[in-house]
Antibody, heavy 121, light 110 residues
Framework: EVELVESGGGLVQPGGSLRLSCAASGFTFNSYSMTWVRQAPGKGLERVSYISSTRSTIYYADSVRGRFTISRDNAKNSLYLQMDSLRAEDTAVYYC??????????????WGQGTLVTVSS | QSALTQPASVSGSPGQSITISCTGTSSDVGSYNLVSWYQQHPGKAPKLMIYEASKRPSGVSDRFSGSKSGTTASLTISGLQAEDEADYYCCSYAGSSTLVFGGGTRLTVL
């Protein structure tokens, strides 16, 4: 059974940093692209960052480029999101999501339960 | 790029059919068949219901169908059931490796 479990969220002051992790199991992690998607409280979805299966291709939303860094460790079946210079508008539930095989840039077929990041003083 | 436009809410009675629209532009929905729909129950993660505008992932009920015409994509749910009550989001590729989501539609089953 495919499982994605995020961790690392919490309360952080503006300008601070957090590192999110996503532990994957139940599938061949190194065969799939992965994506971080966030949802601000009561709002819609926003793709934050994408990483291909081999780490050769990485994309960021304009809203986080230069502040967030996505990475993965295929040996540990894990996905990460390093978030620096956090702003109040980064407050959201952050989901890790698996890319649909062959369409990983466009569609996400499994999602974690999400981890809440709150940026506030 | 701007968010795709969805109605804020739709409703229907059990057994009925409803359609949720998702209007984009010639830069996203109108240019690519790369449209998807996600269902999200309160407090839960989104679930992929439709991809490539009209394809259903394995395990998704055939009561859910998708279509696209021009710059508007649509999700139709037939034989409405109480468990279908949720938020629905459309999503489209918008070129240059970007994705754009709709604002979401709250479906109420009366």
């Amino acid at each position: 059974e495919v499982e994605l479990v995020e961790s690392g969220g919490g309360l952080v002051q503006p300008g601070g940093s957090l590192r999110l992790s996503c532990a994957a199991s139940g599938f061949t992690f190194n065969s799939y692209s992965m994506t971080w998607v966030r949802q601000a409280p009561g709002k819609g979805l926003e793709r934050v960052s994408y990483i291909s299966s081999t780490r050769s291709t990485i994309y960021y939303a304009d809203s986080v480029r230069g502040r967030f860094t996505i990475s993965r460790d295929n040996a540990k079946n894990s996905l990460y999101l390093q978030m620096d210079s956090l702003r109040a508008e980064d407050t959201a539930v952050y989901y890790c999501a698996r890319g649909l095989l062959g369409y990983g840039l466009y569609y996400f077929d499994y999602w974690g339960q999400g981890t809440l990041v709150t940026v506030s003083s | 790029q701007s968010a795709l436009t969805q109605p804020a809410s739709v409703s229907g009675s059990p057994g009925q059919s409803i359609t949720i629209s998702c209007t984009g532009t010639s830069s996203d929905v109108g240019s690519y068949n790369l449209v998807s729909w996600y269902q999200q129950h309160p407090g839960k993660a989104p679930k992929l219901m439709i991809y490539e505008a009209s394809k259903r992932p394995s395990g998704v009920s055939d009561r859910f169908s998708g279509s696209k015409s021009g710059t508007t994509a649509s999700l139709t749910i037939s034989g409405l059931q109480a468990e279908d009550e949720a938020d629905y989001y459309c999503c489209s590729y918008a070129g240059s490796s970007t994705l754009v989501f709709g604002g979401g539609t709250r479906l109420t089953v009366l």
